[in-house]
């Protein structure tokens, strides 16, 4: 969202026209907003993380530990940067104050990077010896740029602006498409959907990046993301279906032939592990796993789709832009970029179950044996739904303020 914010407001300092500035500003109050219940709701996740799982982080917290402290550093950066741009319109020169809101933006993705590389290191282990209990020879540096790290970071950070980008696209098409404050919706939705578009495109190249990384390193999570319950020769891709683990079948999906082997390992008769060679203590949820991954896919493609859809309509077709039933198609997409987000880190997590730590640690020796553990989890559940409410309120009574406030 700063990136986009950093964009408007280079057009309002080259243009000079004032409807880029009322994009700026009202997108940086929604960035505000963002920043400030990200603030709450991230405080409570370091508090989570040595209240749920203290084994975990008594050991992983040396090894992993400083990919955390450099997104705290990135935290107070973007905090401070972000400051100077609330405040800083007439204060500043006006270069100096533009360059504070594209801080915000590059530390705001840097943030995103490193916590993504954390969570790498819990998929692919390394920067350190594992010598009969003990974790020693500790290399932080290795483990923060570990195998994982560059695929998990590339995917999260083009689904980042893709899931943002749609989000924010079908905000200003509604607008549009009600008739209201046109060209204010109108420029933000070109900004917005720039972004969105370029990035849906890109990300089923950053997902294969990521499938062939992950089927290395976890191939029970390959086998479970595509219910492949049995090692194959010119293995097949499953599309939809209900995978039975009584059968070890999958009812009820399209199998496309020998695509699974090419996609993996460019080779159409290379054998894809089946989880028929995993140990079941240690295979992961099939069925959420299968799940979450065809819903990431399918909502994945979709954006595509529209993406490729609105390019075609920029260079062919510019009568589509102003139709109701183009608008309709970003209005409907607009939760989809935070849907397939949500289904590829359940992909993530439940598929690397019963692992917390991959082949190292598992989830059940790491988390807290202390009881009433429930009442946190009512706590923060209710902390967290208080902290939705409030961002929906104010996000919708700042699109309902545009007239007054933005665009008058």
């Given at each position: 969202m700063p990136v986009f914010m950093a964009i408007s407001h280079y057009k309002y300092l080259r243009t000079k026209n004032p409807v880029y500035k009322n994009i700026t500003q009202a997108w940086s109050k929604g960035v505000a907003i963002f920043f400030a219940t990200g603030a709450v709701s991230g405080t409570m996740l370091s508090f989570e993380l040595g209240l749920l799982w203290p084994e975990f982080m008594k050991h992983a917290g040396p090894i992993f530990g400083m990919p955390f402290s450099l997104e705290g550093v990135a935290f107070f950066v973007?905090?401070?940067?972000?400051?100077?741009?609330?405040y800083g319109w007439n204060r500043f020169n006006k270069w100096f104050h533009w360059c504070t809101g594209v801080v915000v933006g590059v530390s705001g993705i840097a943030s995103g990077i490193l916590v993504t590389s954390a969570n790498a290191w819990m998929n692919s282990p390394s920067g350190f010896d594992y010598i009969n209990g003990q974790y020693l020879n500790i290399d932080p540096i290795k483990a923060m740029f570990n195998d994982a790290w560059f695929p998990e970071a590339l995917h999260m950070t083009i689904a980042a602006f893709s899931a943002t980008g749609f989000a924010v696209a079908g905000i200003h098409a509604l607008m549009i498409y009600k008739k209201r404050n046109i060209e204010f919706h109108t420029r933000a939705f070109k900004?917005?959907?720039?972004?969105?578009a370029v990035a849906a495109i890109l990300q089923p190249l950053s997902g294969d990046i990521s499938a062939k990384s992950a089927g290395k390193r976890q191939p029970a999570k390959?086998?479970?993301?595509?219910?492949l319950f049995h090692t194959q020769t010119y293995a097949p891709l499953v599309i939809g279906g209900i995978p039975d683990t009584a059968t070890k079948k999958v009812n009820y999906g399209l199998e496309i032939p020998s695509l699974l082997s090419f996609l993996e390992y460019d080779n159409f008769k290379q054998p894809v592990k089946g989880l028929d060679e995993i140990p079941v203590k240690d295979q992961p949820p099939v069925a959420v796993t299968h799940y979450a991954f065809q819903i990431m896919v399918g909502t994945g493609m979709a954006m595509m789709v529209i993406g490729v859809l609105y390019f075609i309509a920029l260079w062919k077709k510019r009568k589509w832009l102003f139709k109701g039933w183009f608008l309709k198609l970003f209005i409907i997409a607009t939760p989809f970029g935070f849907i397939a987000l949500e289904a590829g880190w359940t992909v993530t997590e439940v598929g690397r179950q019963p692992w917390i730590i991959q082949?190292?640690?598992r989830t059940s020796d790491a988390v807290t044996p202390m009881p009433g553990i429930q009442y946190s989890f009512y706590l923060f559940s209710f902390v967290y739904f208080t902290l939705s409410v409030a961002v929906i309120f104010l996000l919708s009574r700042q699109i309902k303020m545009v007239p007054e406030l933005y665009d008058k």
């Amino acid at each position: 969202m700063p990136v986009f914010m950093a964009i408007s407001h280079y057009k309002y300092l080259r243009t000079k026209n004032p409807v880029y500035k009322n994009i700026t500003q009202a997108w940086s109050k929604g960035v505000a907003i963002f920043f400030a219940t990200g603030a709450v709701s991230g405080t409570m996740l370091s508090f989570e993380l040595g209240l749920l799982w203290p084994e975990f982080m008594k050991h992983a917290g040396p090894i992993f530990g400083m990919p955390f402290s450099l997104e705290g550093v990135a935290f107070f950066v973007e905090a401070i940067a972000l400051g100077f741009f609330l405040y800083g319109w007439n204060r500043f020169n006006k270069w100096f104050h533009w360059c504070t809101g594209v801080v915000v933006g590059v530390s705001g993705i840097a943030s995103g990077i490193l916590v993504t590389s954390a969570n790498a290191w819990m998929n692919s282990p390394s920067g350190f010896d594992y010598i009969n209990g003990q974790y020693l020879n500790i290399d932080p540096i290795k483990a923060m740029f570990n195998d994982a790290w560059f695929p998990e970071a590339l995917h999260m950070t083009i689904a980042a602006f893709s899931a943002t980008g749609f989000a924010v696209a079908g905000i200003h098409a509604l607008m549009i498409y009600k008739k209201r404050n046109i060209e204010f919706h109108t420029r933000a939705f070109k900004i917005a959907i720039a972004f969105a578009a370029v990035a849906a495109i890109l990300q089923p190249l950053s997902g294969d990046i990521s499938a062939k990384s992950a089927g290395k390193r976890q191939p029970a999570k390959l086998a479970a993301m595509e219910a492949l319950f049995h090692t194959q020769t010119y293995a097949p891709l499953v599309i939809g279906g209900i995978p039975d683990t009584a059968t070890k079948k999958v009812n009820y999906g399209l199998e496309i032939p020998s695509l699974l082997s090419f996609l993996e390992y460019d080779n159409f008769k290379q054998p894809v592990k089946g989880l028929d060679e995993i140990p079941v203590k240690d295979q992961p949820p099939v069925a959420v796993t299968h799940y979450a991954f065809q819903i990431m896919v399918g909502t994945g493609m979709a954006m595509m789709v529209i993406g490729v859809l609105y390019f075609i309509a920029l260079w062919k077709k510019r009568k589509w832009l102003f139709k109701g039933w183009f608008l309709k198609l970003f209005i409907i997409a607009t939760p989809f970029g935070f849907i397939a987000l949500e289904a590829g880190w359940t992909v993530t997590e439940v598929g690397r179950q019963p692992w917390i730590i991959q082949g190292i640690m598992r989830t059940s020796d790491a988390v807290t044996p202390m009881p009433g553990i429930q009442y946190s989890f009512y706590l923060f559940s209710f902390v967290y739904f208080t902290l939705s409410v409030a961002v929906i309120f104010l996000l919708s009574r700042q699109i309902k303020m545009v007239p007054e406030l933005y665009d008058k």
